[in-house]
């Protein structure tokens, strides 16, 4: 059964940092898309960034490029995002999610393309 938990959400004022992480359990994920999408109270989940499996390519939202990196542990079956320069805007629940294909060649940016989802975890950030 694979599971996706996430951690390191919180409170933090505008120009802070957070990184949240995600464990994986439950199978192997190396060679498969693993990605980060938010959502914000009242609107639609959206992308933020994504890894292709097997050390593939990176991808990330316009919205945060230049502010959050994802980096990813095959070792330790972890994603990490790490969140800098964070703004109010940035304000939502953070999930992470797992394709359930190998070697994926489905779309890393929509949401559509992930099986697997976790909880999610909260950041806010104040003005």
């Known amino acids: 059964q694979v599971q996706l938990v996430e951690s390191g959400g919180g409170l933090v004022q505008a120009g802070g940092s957070l990184r949240l992480a995600c464990a994986a359990s439950g199978g192997t994920f190396r060679s498969k898309t693993m990605g980060w999408f938010r959502q914000a109270s009242g609107k639609e989940r959206e992308f933020v960034a994504a890894?292709?499996?097997?050390?593939?390519?990176?991808y990330i939202a316009d919205s945060v490029k230049g502010r959050f990196t994802m980096s990813r542990d095959n070792a330790k079956n972890t994603v990490s995002l790490e969140m800098n320069n964070l703004k109010p805007e940035d304000t939502a629940v953070y999930y992470c999610?797992?394709?359930?294909?190998?070697?994926?060649?489905?779309?890393?940016?929509?949401?559509?393309?992930?099986?697997?989802w976790g909880q999610g975890t909260q950041v806010t950030v104040s003005s």
């Open positions: 890894m292709l499996g097997g050390g593939g390519r990176a």
């Open positions: 999610a797992a394709d359930r294909s190998l070697y994926s060649r489905s779309n890393p940016t929509a949401k559509e393309t992930y099986d697997y």
